[in-house]
């Protein structure tokens, strides 16, 4: 099984950027997805996650209004619409499936830098 990440860069304070997961060597259906984050001397958070249907999302209380969770289920892909995007949310970025409640699936990251 492996998540592949792609979609971070460098970007200007207020820009935008979107990150895609694809997962590979399994069908994840039904399973919950997420995206985490985590900055330099700073513990791995979590920013959002979206269930198979997407009726149920949620996201860290910091992005909420900025930053879309969404997910392609034929392409067994989940993706990270970020915009106004601020200093703060310099991290690598991860995504990870959620399987019978624990997060068990984890890909590599994507370096997200934003400049002010």
């Known amino acids: 099984v492996q998540l592949q990440a792609s979609g971070g860069g460098l970007v200007q304070a207020g820009g935008s950027l979107r990150l895609s997961c694809a997962a590979s060597?399994?069908?994840?259906?039904?399973?919950?997805m997420g995206w985490f984050r985590q900055a330099p001397g700073k513990e791995r958070e979590f920013v959002a996650s979206?269930?198979?249907?997407?009726?149920?999302?949620y996201y860290h209380d910091s992005v909420k209004g900025r930053f879309t969770i969404s997910r392609d289920n034929a392409k067994n892909t989940v993706y990270l619409q970020m915009n106004s995007l601020k200093p703060e949310d310099t991290a690598v970025y991860y995504c990870a499936v959620n399987v019978a409640g624990t997060w068990n699936y984890w890909g590599k990251g994507t370096q997200v830098t934003v400049s002010s």
């Open positions: 060597g399994r069908t994840f259906s039904g399973s919950r």
């Open positions: 979206i269930s198979w249907s997407a009726s149920s999302i």
